[in-house]
């Protein structure tokens, strides 16, 4: 048991582009904090994918959703993850896992980390059973339309959804 404790009391990254942060990924920031001494979010900026959010609307929801974690840093990376991992001396990356589809591409991409970096493993935590069909595409979709989205993320990302869209969707 005491190596299992201190295997995680260590400096995790749960990297993503949290476009925008949805409960699930709260969810595992949440269960994450509790296992590591310091806990970096880290959005990753990738000039060929466009974001719904800005990369500072997102990292404003994220340090909002967070704010009561006092072991969790919010920030940004530009370049591959597994080089700003090293960069930042975290031991182990977090990833989220809804489903066995999220399984096979997130297994895919840790092997490539490892062979890229051995000392930096990957874990894997499932999101509750309540967020396994939740992602941040779906939200986008849903507030798009009219939907409600007000259980599936924090109040800020919510009120930052209305805003953006038009006022005939809401």
């Keep these: ?51 719904f959010f800005s990369l500072n609307e997102r990292l404003e929801m994220l340090k909002d959703a967070v704010k009561h974690l006092k072991n969790v840093e919010i920030t940004s990376f530009k370049g591959l993850m597994i080089n700003f991992a090293k ?23 840790a092997l490539m980390n490892r062979k890229a970096n051995k000392d930096i493993e990957t874990i894997f935590i499932m999101t509750k059973d309540s967020y396994v069909f939740l992602s941040a595409s779906a939200v986008k979709e849903m507030a798009m339309y009219g939907g409600n989205v007000k259980d599936l993320v924090p109040d800020l990302v919510q009120k930052k959804l209305k805003s953006k869209l038009p006022k005939s969707k809401q």
């Design 1 to 51: 048991m005491w190596i299992l404790q201190n295997y995680f009391k260590m400096k995790a990254l749960y990297p993503g582009s949290f476009d925008p942060v949805t409960n699930g990924h709260i969810d595992i920031i949440k269960r994450a904090s509790k296992m590591f001494d310091n806990l970096v979010i880290a959005i990753g900026e990738n000039v060929e994918k466009e974001c």
């Design 87 to 109: 960069e930042i001396k975290a031991n182990v990356v977090v990833r989220g896992l809804r489903a066995v589809s999220d399984f096979d591409y997130e297994f895919q991409m």
